[in-house]
């Protein structure tokens, strides 16, 4: 139980370089529509100036490149520029991708055991597509990210893909992930986009499920699915905050930065510790903190308690 966490003095720990490959999949075209997935399993690829306001399509190389140069520039914020995130982004055609040997609606209708199993197999498949296709060493990468046609099951529909990090124990259980030697032993799978009206940004969403990648715990209340930490929190509902741009709200553009327990948790904060009455200076948060200042302060309260 977490009683007082508010701030932390800042480590001072080496940059770390984290280079992430990221693979971009799409399924066989539904002919019919399926009334049960958003889309028909292939990329967005229509003119800006026809579809969304937010989010623009084309979904293509360099609507890619920008999440993931926004991934970057978020962590390196976060982490104060103690990690550093390179990418490298297939197939490396503008309107490429993979396409998948199942439908999207495969894929995302499991429940419980099996649709983490269908989780997996995406992600096999998806790095098998790669390894036919590309010459890649994958032992360079420190992380793997899928990028599927189509919105994720937290705003879309009932069986649309969910958005996920795979454990080493779904490896474990499901089979490991092998290509020319290389075990793959965790990875990310995430949607083109968050929302089909354009009003729910990826940029959030993405810098959750990396999240868990580093280490981070998931801090909503799982049993009900509603809030626990609130929007204070990445790893809680704080992906999600909500600006208004030009009169109109949208959600997930701009993530709150991880809260001060998070950075705590990553090893980037150090707590200072109070146990008496006294007087403390404390920096704010958007401030670029002079070295040694104190960012934040834990209290104890009883064993385990803070």
């Known amino acids: 139980m977490w009683v007082i966490i508010a ?33 028909r399993g292939r990329f967005d ?22 999440h993931l140069r926004a991934l970057g520039q978020y962590w390196y914020a976060a982490s104060g520029g103690r990690l550093v995130l390179s990418f490298d982004l ?36 998806a790095v098998a597509a790669l390894d036919s296709a590309e010459d890649v060493d994958l032992s360079k990468f420190r992380s793997v990210i899928v990028f599927h046609a189509g919105v994720g099951r937290e705003t879309g529909r009932y069986n649309d893909i969910p958005s996920a990090y795979l454990t080493p124990e779904d490896f474990e259980k499901y089979g490991p992930v092998v290509v020319g030697g290389d075990t793959l032993r965790e990875g990310m799978i995430l949607p083109e ?11 959030g969403l ?18 009900d ?3 626990a930490m609130g929007g204070w929190s990445l790893m809680d509902v704080g992906w999600l905050n909500p600006i208004v741009v030009q009169g109109t709200t949208v959600w997930g553009f701009v993530p709150c930065l991880p809260s001060a327990w998070e950075l705590m948790r990553l090893g980037w904060l150090e707590p200072l510790e109070v146990v008496r009455d006294t ?8 401030l670029e903190p002079p070295k040694g200042a104190v960012r934040a302060v834990k209290v104890p309260v009883g064993p385990g308690e803070y």
């Open 225 to 227: 699915g509603l809030p």
């Open 7 to 39: 701030l932390l003095t800042v480590s001072s720990a080496a940059s770390q370089d984290w280079p992430v490959l990221a693979v971009r999949v799409s399924f066989p075209e539904e002919v019919p529509d399926e009334p049960t997935t958003t889309g």
């Open 90 to 125: 297939y197939p490396k055609e503008d309107t490429a991708s993979y396409t998948m040997p199942r439908p999207l609606v495969w894929y995302g209708s499991g429940r419980g055991d099996e649709a983490t199993a269908r989780l997996v197999r995406l992600f096999k498949d």
């Open 193 to 203: 986009m968050a929302d089909t009206t354009g009003r729910i940004g990826l940029n």
């Open 279 to 286: 007087t403390i200076w404390v920096c704010a948060a958007h």
């Open 206 to 223: 993405l810098a959750k499920v990396f999240g868990y990648s580093l280490g981070l715990p998931e801090l909503s209340n799982a049993e």
């Open 45 to 66: 690829l229509r003119s800006p100036d026809d579809t969304l306001r937010y989010d623009l399509p084309p979904h293509d190389r360099r609507y890619f490149e920008a």
